[in-house]
């Protein structure tokens, strides 16, 4: 498949669908303001840094990462940039801050937890248990699915890298057998586990944004990409 379509302009490409990105963040940036009003929600420092502050770098990281991979991705699909400058090395340093990006909204997770700990409980505390080892379980399964099934490279999108990842079909074994989209169905239930672990309103609602807003890359980044590189609707 060509990098696009003659009928579309390299411009209305690399924006494709992100007007609604932008709203997006912008109804998000909103909703934090309201959940600053909420009891309890920025209670707690950790490292001498305030749960507020925590609380901001852990919604701005997820915003950085994705709008990242939206650069990346669009301007390697329709213009192959990075892979003109950067050659086959390209992919790899885009890797490396993905992954970099990625941990990082893991180990703030955290950080925001601790600062802002016990100040939810969802009964008793064996209610947390038993989600934490769900989602870690199910987290489990969706790495070894990944690893084994899918590829590490292809999760972080070498199909717009790579023409050849694109002749290969979709993959219906492990856990993407049962779940369509398991990576972000199942994969961001690991970023509850961190509120789970510390009993942290700031950290689960956090973290519900941040499950909330990778399926906004899905559907205004990710889909219309693979429209465009599988052909799908």
Same mark, same amino acid.
């Given at each position: 498949?060509?990098?696009?379509?003659?009928?579309?302009?390299?411009?209305?490409?690399?924006?494709?669908?992100?007007?609604?990105?932008?709203?997006?963040?912008?109804?998000?940036?909103?909703?934090? !303001?309201?959940?600053?009003? #909420?009891?309890? @929600?920025?209670?707690?420092?950790? /490292?001498? $840094?305030?749960? =507020?502050?925590?609380? +901001?770098?852990?919604?701005?990281?997820?915003?950085?990462?994705?709008?990242?991979?939206?650069?990346?991705?669009?301007?390697?699909?329709?213009?192959?940039?990075?892979?003109?400058?950067?050659?086959?090395?390209?992919?790899?340093?885009?890797?490396?801050? !993905?992954?970099?990006?990625? #941990?990082?909204? @893991?180990?703030?997770?955290?950080? /925001?937890? $601790?600062?802002? =700990?016990?100040?939810? +409980?969802?009964?008793?505390?064996?209610?947390?248990?038993?989600?934490?080892?769900?989602?870690?379980?199910?987290?489990?399964?969706?790495?070894?699915?990944?690893?084994?099934?899918?590829?590490?490279?292809?999760?972080?999108?070498?199909?717009?890298?790579?023409?050849?990842?694109?002749?290969?079909?979709?993959?219906?074994?492990?856990?993407?057998?049962? $779940?369509?989209? =398991?990576?972000?169905?199942?994969?961001?239930?690991?970023?509850?586990?961190?509120?789970?672990?510390?009993?942290?309103?700031?950290?689960?609602?956090?973290?519900?944004?941040?499950?909330?807003?990778?399926?906004?890359?899905?559907?205004?980044?990710?889909?219309?990409?693979?429209?465009?590189?599988?052909?799908?609707?």
């Amino acid at each position: 498949m060509t990098k696009n379509s003659e009928d579309d302009s390299i411009p209305s490409l690399l924006y494709e669908k992100q007007q609604y990105h932008l709203i997006a963040i912008i109804l998000l940036t909103i909703s934090l !303001f309201f959940l600053f009003s #909420l009891n309890d @929600f920025t209670k707690g420092t950790f /490292l001498g $840094i305030t749960t =507020s502050i925590w609380i +901001i770098i852990a919604f701005i990281i997820p915003i950085v990462h994705q709008v990242f991979v939206l650069i990346i991705w669009r301007f390697e699909l329709h213009l192959s940039l990075v892979s003109k400058k950067f050659g086959s090395l390209g992919f790899i340093l885009y890797g490396i801050i !993905f992954m970099i990006l990625f #941990l990082s909204r @893991f180990l703030v997770l955290f950080a /925001l937890a $601790i600062a802002n =700990s016990n100040t939810l +409980i969802l009964g008793d505390y064996s209610i947390h248990i038993t989600l934490i080892m769900i989602f870690f379980l199910l987290g489990l399964y969706l790495i070894y699915s990944v690893e084994r099934f899918f590829g590490i490279k292809r999760a972080l999108g070498i199909d717009h890298f790579d023409d050849n990842y694109r002749k290969k079909s979709l993959v219906k074994k492990g856990i993407f057998r049962f $779940i369509d989209n =398991s990576m972000y169905v199942v994969g961001f239930l690991l970023f509850y586990i961190p509120g789970l672990v510390f009993s942290s309103l700031a950290a689960i609602l956090i973290a519900f944004i941040h499950h909330i807003y990778i399926w906004v890359h899905y559907y205004v980044t990710e889909k219309p990409d693979m429209s465009r590189i599988y052909g799908q609707n």
